[in-house]
């Protein structure tokens, strides 16, 4: 079974522009999480969607965005780019079912966005 | 407000011996815990977890302890292997019976296993 995948794997943007980053969860798995990776603060949730709908939500301004397509795949959208936006992004999977105790998550390799 | 902390940023084990990584949290809310081990280059990973009614779950050389009235858990890797080398982060959940995600992270820890 293939893995979570992001695309593209790195972007440069520049100040003020926007950007989409896209993500293809396992098949069959309908729960999507994004979160943003920086230097000194973890893996920050930004959002989670659940058969297109966005089911959760971390605190970020409403610059931050997503969406979630019939096939699950994802996309989440930053516009206005600042400098401090500047992160790994990832995304992460699950099929949202409970085995045992467990609530995997599935992560892609992510996408680095660099804003100059 | 970082509501799960790893206090220790890294840390250096010799090989064959115990790792120990600390974790804790503020919010009584959290009843499900996570550890997740990262690669450069790569997504974290999934290890292991424990639900806030046991105090502790094993997977091979991994155990995960919780101390609920300290607000505190630990990763123990027995023993340590050069490939366990990478960052372990900590995460936290509110709610996860209803089968949501909302994972609060901690900032890692970079354990290096030296051969």
């Known amino acids: 079974k293939a893995g979570v995948t992001q695309t593209p794997r790195y972007l440069i943007k520049t100040r003020g522009q926007q950007v989409t980053l896209s993500c293809s969860p396992i098949s069959g798995h309908r729960s999507v999480s994004w979160y943003q990776q920086t230097p000194g603060q973890g893996l920050q949730f930004l959002f989670e969607y659940f058969s297109e709908t966005q089911r959760n939500k971390g605190n970020f301004p409403g610059r931050f965005s997503g969406r979630q397509f019939s096939n699950s795949r994802s996309e989440m959208n930053v516009s206005t780019l600042e400098l401090g936006d500047s992160a790994l992004y990832l995304c992460?999977?699950?099929?949202?079912?409970?085995?045992?105790?467990?609530?995997?998550?599935?992560f892609g390799p992510g996408t680095r966005l660099t804003v100059t | 407000d970082q509501q799960v902390k790893q206090n220790s940023p890294s840390l250096s084990v010799q090989e064959g011996r115990i790792s120990i990584l600390n974790c804790d949290y503020t919010?009584?809310?959290?009843?499900?815990f996570l550890w997740y081990k990262k690669y450069p280059a790569e997504g974290p990973t999934f290890l292991i977890s424990?639900?806030?009614?046991?105090d502790k779950n094993e997977d091979g050389r991994f155990t995960v302890f919780l101390n609920k009235s300290a607000k505190h858990l630990s990763l123990h890797i027995v023993p340590s292997q050069p490939g366990d080398s990478a960052v372990y982060f900590c995460a936290a959940s509110a709610g996860s019976w209803s089968g949501t995600y909302k994972y609060i992270f901690g900032t890692g820890t970079r354990l290096k296993v030296l051969a």
């Open positions: 919010n009584s809310m959290f009843d499900y």
């Open positions: 424990i639900s806030s009614i046991k």
């Open positions: 992460a999977s699950s099929p949202n079912t409970i085995r045992g105790n467990s609530y995997e998550q599935y």
